[in-house]
């Protein structure tokens, strides 16, 4: 009997869907659409089976709506900025450009093997000039709408590598690359405006039905809204500081008031400006970097004032103000009063510093003999110690009550905070979209003209410098505006940015004059089925999802709020980690497994190898499965029905 070779079938079936476009979106606009994306990947190199699960989700939902009639949009792209591919040029001499180039070759090479429905004329990628020059029109256009702006900030700054850090480049308190802890630096920085648009993110998620509960609860927790107070707090102890202002969740606490804690960048610091002991105290707050992970991790460290603050409800309790770690500038008013029997964070301070402190909240079936003493009570339950408010339901009833109080005497007011914080986009970096800002000798902000654009990085330049490569290009940086010389900026725009538009440029790839076309977008925009790792739930679904509104902002011609109308989170593809006996990470065919054991498989064979947890699939950490050896022997389509069978699409498959 003769065998068939399927192979071959596949490949002619998948020329022949090639040549007769049925990948190909049509232009016919009375027809239904569906705009099926998976998040883009990053050419780093070669594709992995986590990258066939992705893609191969998106296919089937593709092919099936193309066959139930639906004009389908299926394209795909490269999110190909960012600090590996500096990281890899730095390390072997190489061009970013170049390189990312060269990674974007093979990975589409391995993903056409892979059969997809894809339409390659859809193709982009954000380290292209006419990809990132509208990106540049846009900062821009967000710019007049004072969406955008400049103002000093802390960041996580790396000593060694002498750059910024983004919070998820810090892992321990530590840069991911040098490994040093990171510190805290004060720079000029760019910010997109996104707090302004914190409530209409929240109410937002009510209408994504299409969307995981899981991520909408993670976006709503990111966004954080909470009901407070804001309470004035007498000072004694210098007749220029009245009060300090600080907002509070639990106001209904106050009578367990121990301390008043202020960020070192408080305005009260002026008056400590020539203490040796601040100036010393301050510089060791600025070893601990800026993410919340730091600081809680970072041990809890106050410096005493000379001044006193009064309780504003018992105005006999009198407690110190201190200089303290773990305490802010951006977040409420730099202050928080401490109450340790309800906030473990401030009762490990308050046994640090030997403070007193009062219990005020008891379970509802203990009496009043209950009391803190080495972990903070902060469950529900009821109010006693505290005169005029004790017996009241805690939070239900307490927290309204005092707030009343607060309002009558005038000391505090009713307030809604917001948790998420406008979003810093500078990166001392080259391998990035150049920000099209100028300065004048006055240093003052000078926009480059629209028939500028783009400003394209310059090539071939030494990238072995400490810092951002940018700030030592003279020629590139120097640009007349108005008649003025003026000097380029330097950092380069986080490359969330470019991820927050590209499913805008899908619509009108190939439009020179504009992003996007409006018509194209009224179309296809929102994008029906958005596929990709929970991994991204919180920052780029929500840049993206600001990034539309920003747009809209002040717009006549409104189009699409929500970018993603249905959201799919797949699940991970794991395989096992390994490494030498040096800790060197390797991959799993760079091992051999022997009675149970696992060694090394060349150079030293009896060199055994340090078996780790199962890991979703990384580069980094190099276990990872290359798809093309099983598309090669037994054909993509095997391949894409067994990633698909092996496990449900939503959860995670061990390989």
Same mark, same amino acid.
């Given at each position: 009997m003769e065998r068939y070779n399927f192979k071959n079938i596949e490949i002619k079936w998948q020329k022949h869907w090639e040549k007769n476009n049925f990948f190909k979106a049509t232009k016919d606009k009375n027809k239904r659409k569906f705009y099926c994306l998976e998040m883009f990947p990053y050419p780093s190199g070669r594709i992995h089976m986590g990258h066939v699960r992705n893609y191969?989700?998106?296919?089937?939902?593709?092919?099936?709506?193309?066959?139930?009639?639906?004009?389908?949009?299926?394209?795909?792209?490269?999110?190909?900025?960012?600090?590996?591919?500096?990281?890899?040029?730095?390390?072997?001499?190489?061009?970013?450009?170049?390189?990312?180039? =060269?990674?974007?070759?093979?990975?589409?090479?391995?993903?056409?093997?892979?059969?997809?429905?894809? @339409?390659?004329?859809?193709?982009?990628?954000?380290?292209?000039?006419?990809?990132? /020059?509208?990106?540049? /029109?846009?900062?821009?256009?967000?710019?007049?709408?004072?969406?955008?702006?400049?103002?000093?900030?802390?960041?996580?700054?790396?000593?060694?590598?002498?750059?910024?850090?983004?919070?998820?480049?810090?892992?321990?308190? /530590?840069?991911w690359r040098s490994g040093v802890p990171v510190e805290k630096k004060k720079l000029n920085q760019w910010f997109f405006n996104i707090s302004?648009?914190?409530?209409?993110?929240?109410?937002?998620?009510?209408?994504?039905?299409?969307?995981?509960?899981? &991520?909408?609860?993670?976006?709503?927790?990111? +966004?954080?809204?909470?009901?407070?107070?804001? +309470?004035?707090?007498?000072?004694?102890?210098?007749?220029?500081?009245?009060?300090?202002?600080?907002?509070?969740? $639990?106001? @209904?606490?106050?009578?367990?008031?121990?301390?008043?804690?202020?960020?070192? @960048?408080?305005? *009260?610091?002026?008056?400590?400006?020539? !203490?040796?002991?601040?100036?010393k105290f301050k510089n060791e707050c600025s070893k601990i970097g800026t993410t919340e992970e730091s600081i809680a991790q970072a041990d809890k460290l106050g410096f005493k004032t000379n001044l006193t603050a009064i309780n504003p409800l018992d105005k006999k309790n009198k407690v110190p103000v201190y200089?303290?770690?773990?305490?802010?500038?951006?977040?409420?008013?730099?202050?928080?009063?401490?109450?340790?029997?309800?906030?473990?964070? @401030?009762?490990?301070?308050?046994?640090?510093y030997n403070l007193k402190f009062r219990t005020v909240v008891k379970p509802n079936d203990e009496n009043e003999n209950f009391k803190v003493t080495n972990e903070a009570f902060t469950e529900s339950g009821v109010l006693f110690n505290s005169d005029f408010l004790n017996g009241l339901k805690v939070p239900d009833?307490?927290?309204? =009550?005092?707030?009343?109080?607060?309002?009558?005497?005038?000391?505090?007011?009713?307030? *809604?905070?917001? $948790?998420?914080?406008?979003?810093?986009?500078?990166?001392?970096r080259y391998w990035g979209c150049p920000i099209p800002i100028a300065y004048n000798s006055k240093n003052q902000i000078k926009k480059v003209p629209y028939e500028r654009l783009p400003i394209l990085l310059p090539r071939k330049i030494n990238l072995k410098t400490k810092g951002n490569p940018l700030n030592f290009q003279e020629d590139w940086k120097k640009i007349k505006i108005d008649g003025e010389t003026c000097t380029l900026e330097t950092d380069t725009l986080d490359t969330f940015v470019d991820s927050s538009w590209y499913f805008l440029r899908f619509c009108s790839p190939r439009n020179e004059n504009d992003g996007f076309d409006l018509d194209d977008v009224n179309y296809w925009m929102p994008v029906d089925q958005y596929i990709g790792g929970v991994e991204h739930a919180i920052l780029h679904l929500l840049y993206s999802r600001f990034f539309l509104r920003a747009l809209n902002y002040k717009n006549k011609k409104i189009f699409a709020t929500e970018p993603f109308d249905g959201l799919f989170t797949q699940g991970m593809v794991c395989h096992e980690t390994y490494k030498d006996s040096a800790g060197n990470w390797l991959?799993?065919?760079?091992? &051999?497994?022997?009675?149970?054991? *696992?060694?090394?498989?060349?150079?030293?064979?009896?060199?055994?190898?340090?078996?780790?947890?199962?890991?979703?699939?990384?580069?980094?950490? $190099?276990?990872?499965?290359?798809?093309?050896?099983? *598309? =090669?022997?037994?054909?993509? !389509?095997?391949?894409?029905?067994?990633?698909?069978?092996?496990?449900?699409?939503?959860?995670?498959?061990?390989?």
């Open positions: 191969t989700i998106g296919d089937v939902l593709a092919r099936a709506k193309f066959m139930q009639g639906f004009n389908v949009l299926h394209p795909m792209g490269w999110d190909s900025f960012g600090m590996p591919a500096e990281n890899a040029a730095r390390q072997n001499n190489l061009d970013p450009k170049d390189w990312t180039e =060269k990674n974007i070759s093979i990975m589409k090479s391995q993903l056409k093997k892979l059969g997809l429905s894809i @339409d390659w004329d859809k193709e982009i990628s954000t380290c292209s000039d006419d990809y990132y /020059k509208h990106q540049q /029109k846009f900062f821009l256009e967000l710019y007049d709408k004072e969406l955008v702006y400049r103002k000093e900030s802390y960041v996580n700054w790396d000593p060694v590598d002498e750059t910024v850090l983004a919070n998820e480049q810090v892992i321990d308190g /530590k840069g302004k648009f914190s409530d209409d993110l929240l109410k937002g998620l009510e209408d994504l039905d299409n969307w995981p509960e899981k &991520v909408k609860t993670m976006q709503k927790n990111w +966004i954080g809204k909470s009901f407070g107070c804001e +309470i004035d707090f007498e000072i004694d102890g210098n007749k220029e500081v009245d009060i300090i202002k600080c907002f509070t969740t $639990r106001p @209904d606490t106050l009578f367990g008031f121990s301390f008043l804690a202020v960020s070192v @960048d408080h305005p *009260i610091s002026k008056f400590y400006e020539n !203490d040796k002991d601040f100036l200089f303290a770690n773990f305490v802010l500038m951006d977040y409420g008013f730099g202050a928080v009063f401490g109450c340790p029997a309800h906030d473990q964070r @401030d009762l490990d301070f308050a046994l640090k009833e307490s927290i309204n =009550k005092t707030i009343e109080i607060l309002e009558e005497k005038k000391i505090g007011k009713k307030k *809604i905070n917001f $948790r998420l914080k406008d979003w810093g986009v500078s990166r001392q991959s799993p065919d760079e091992v &051999v497994s022997e009675d149970g054991r *696992i060694f090394v498989k060349k150079d030293n064979p009896n060199e055994q190898v340090s078996v780790g947890p199962i890991e979703s699939m990384s580069k980094s950490k $190099r276990n990872t499965i290359d798809p093309e050896r099983m *598309i =090669k022997n037994y054909g993509a !389509d095997s391949v894409r029905l067994f990633i698909l069978s092996d496990s449900p699409p939503e959860k995670d498959v061990q390989w």
